[in-house]
């Protein structure tokens, strides 16, 4: 079974849970979310009801602000063309080389650290589009990177089971290498608008529809206009849409109501009635390598190849000095956490700006969007001075 089946909505939020997104997120079918922000007990908060999650990964780019996962890059995991590393001065990262087995078991420990084990579902692999747009001139190349793809889609199934596992853009990779092995494919700048009136767009509904009847890839869509239009545009055709205007950075609270908990519910627990009526009192759960593969020469274009029962415990009534003293110990350490609160916070910012910025622009290329001849997915570079002023302050 496709894990993504029965799946009628979603929405995508990069930014830092609050206690109220966290309780939004569980009236959602699924949620795409960035691992970093969220610990083990936030996942299993957002999961009470039956809700997915899908935890974000960058596979065929990585960012300098990643800076745990740069120092580990080795050189064979960039991919370079005439001797030079891809870099992309927009997002500032810089394009790799999925066919490199180091790079490879990097992803993959990726995802044990921040999908597997905070109990995430499965991973959302951003950038796979990048495959198709920077190598399509170069067939030699293009299979390369295609099996080394494959290869980690293989080696993630052999790892960690059935996981949803859901590739953005890439539409000929898709078709040609990777339908086999992932479960959806996001189609980012839905707009009725653009899709309508374009061929390519209506042919690859098309492609997108067939690839589902045979290989059961689920696509999942994102519009930024028109948002109705382009919701029914996407029902039609058997799509699973979002409409999305601000980049994924804010929460966009109250979209869909959940009128029926996936989850079962749990037998009552009887009580011995008491004398008085007992207070209760509700606590939230608190928000709180594998071998190492030889390195590879880098790619190049001339490449060939149930929580327990609280107990209380009485305890001697504690003197008016340790009173104070226990005060003053728990005011220090709140606020030594409020100040872990506020870096963690300014941290989450960063990253979710990061990640907006590299969205917004692919939103942007949809009134722009071809297709080269051949080419399933056409990269547009945006206008970098109107991006600017979609994020000034």
């Given at each position: 079974m496709n894990p993504l089946d029965g799946v009628k909505n979603y929405q995508v939020y990069y930014g830092h849970p609050t206690e109220a997104i966290l309780k939004?997120?569980?009236?959602?079918?699924?949620?795409?979310?960035?691992?970093?922000?969220?610990?083990?007990?936030?996942?299993?908060?957002?999961?009470?009801?039956?809700?997915?999650?899908?935890?974000?990964?960058?596979?065929?780019?990585?960012?300098?602000?990643?800076?745990?996962?740069?120092?580990?890059?080795?050189?064979?995991?960039?991919?370079?063309?005439?001797?030079?590393?891809?870099?992309?001065?927009?997002?500032?990262?810089?394009?790799?080389?999925?066919?490199?087995?180091?790079?490879?078991?990097?992803?993959?420990?990726?995802?044990?650290n921040q999908v597997i084990a905070k109990g995430i579902d499965g991973v959302f692999m951003d950038t796979v589009g990048d495959i198709d747009n920077e190598h399509l001139n170069n067939p030699t190349v293009l299979k390369q990177q295609r099996d080394g793809l494959v290869n980690f889609l293989k080696q993630?199934?052999?790892?960690?089971?059935?996981?949803?596992?859901?590739?953005?853009?890439?539409?000929?990779?898709?078709?040609?290498?990777?339908?086999?092995?992932?479960?959806?494919?996001?189609?980012?700048?839905?707009?009725?608008?653009?899709?309508?009136?374009?061929?390519?767009?209506?042919?690859?509904?098309?492609?997108?529809?067939?690839?589902?009847?045979?290989?059961?890839?689920?696509?999942?869509?994102?519009?930024?206009?028109?948002?109705?239009?382009?919701?029914?545009?996407?029902?039609?055709s058997g799509f699973i849409h979002f409409h999305e205007a601000d980049a994924y950075v804010n929460w966009n609270a109250g979209l869909v109501t959940r009128t029926k908990d996936t989850a079962p519910t749990p037998a009552p627990v009887a009580v011995a009635p008491a004398t008085k009526p007992a207070e209760t009192t509700t606590t939230k759960p608190a928000t709180t390598a594998t071998t190492k593969p030889a390195a590879t020469k880098p790619a190049t274009e001339t490449a060939t190849t149930p929580v327990a029962k609280p107990t209380t415990t009485t305890k001697p009534a504690p003197s008016t000095n340790d009173q104070t003293a226990s005060k003053e110990k728990s005011t220090q350490k709140t606020k030594a956490e409020l100040k872990q609160e506020k870096k963690d916070k300014k941290k989450a910012k960063k990253l979710a700006k990061k990640h907006a910025k590299k969205h917004a622009a692919k939103h942007e290329t949809s009134k722009h969007h071809q297709a080269v001849k051949g080419k399933m997915c056409g990269k547009v570079k945006h206008k970098t001075a109107g991006f600017l002023n979609f994020f000034k302050f």
């Amino acid at each position: 079974m496709n894990p993504l089946d029965g799946v009628k909505n979603y929405q995508v939020y990069y930014g830092h849970p609050t206690e109220a997104i966290l309780k939004d997120m569980q009236n959602y079918d699924l949620v795409i979310i960035e691992p970093l922000h969220y610990t083990k007990a936030q996942v299993e908060q957002i999961k009470a009801r039956g809700t997915k999650v899908l935890g974000y990964i960058s596979v065929m780019e990585v960012a300098t602000w990643n800076t745990g996962l740069m120092s580990k890059l080795q050189s064979g995991d960039f991919f370079t063309r005439n001797g030079q590393r891809v870099h992309y001065s927009e997002w500032d990262s810089y394009l790799t080389n999925i066919a490199s087995p180091h790079f490879q078991g990097l992803l993959l420990t990726e995802i044990q650290n921040q999908v597997i084990a905070k109990g995430i579902d499965g991973v959302f692999m951003d950038t796979v589009g990048d495959i198709d747009n920077e190598h399509l001139n170069n067939p030699t190349v293009l299979k390369q990177q295609r099996d080394g793809l494959v290869n980690f889609l293989k080696q993630a199934r052999a790892r960690y089971g059935d996981i949803a596992m859901v590739q953005n853009w890439g539409f000929d990779t898709l078709e040609t290498s990777t339908a086999p092995y992932v479960d959806g494919i996001m189609w980012e700048s839905f707009n009725v608008d653009t899709i309508k009136s374009d061929a390519w767009s209506q042919n690859m509904i098309k492609k997108l529809q067939a690839v589902d009847a045979k290989h059961s890839v689920k696509t999942l869509t994102i519009s930024t206009r028109l948002s109705a239009d382009s919701h029914k545009l996407a029902k039609d055709s058997g799509f699973i849409h979002f409409h999305e205007a601000d980049a994924y950075v804010n929460w966009n609270a109250g979209l869909v109501t959940r009128t029926k908990d996936t989850a079962p519910t749990p037998a009552p627990v009887a009580v011995a009635p008491a004398t008085k009526p007992a207070e209760t009192t509700t606590t939230k759960p608190a928000t709180t390598a594998t071998t190492k593969p030889a390195a590879t020469k880098p790619a190049t274009e001339t490449a060939t190849t149930p929580v327990a029962k609280p107990t209380t415990t009485t305890k001697p009534a504690p003197s008016t000095n340790d009173q104070t003293a226990s005060k003053e110990k728990s005011t220090q350490k709140t606020k030594a956490e409020l100040k872990q609160e506020k870096k963690d916070k300014k941290k989450a910012k960063k990253l979710a700006k990061k990640h907006a910025k590299k969205h917004a622009a692919k939103h942007e290329t949809s009134k722009h969007h071809q297709a080269v001849k051949g080419k399933m997915c056409g990269k547009v570079k945006h206008k970098t001075a109107g991006f600017l002023n979609f994020f000034k302050f």
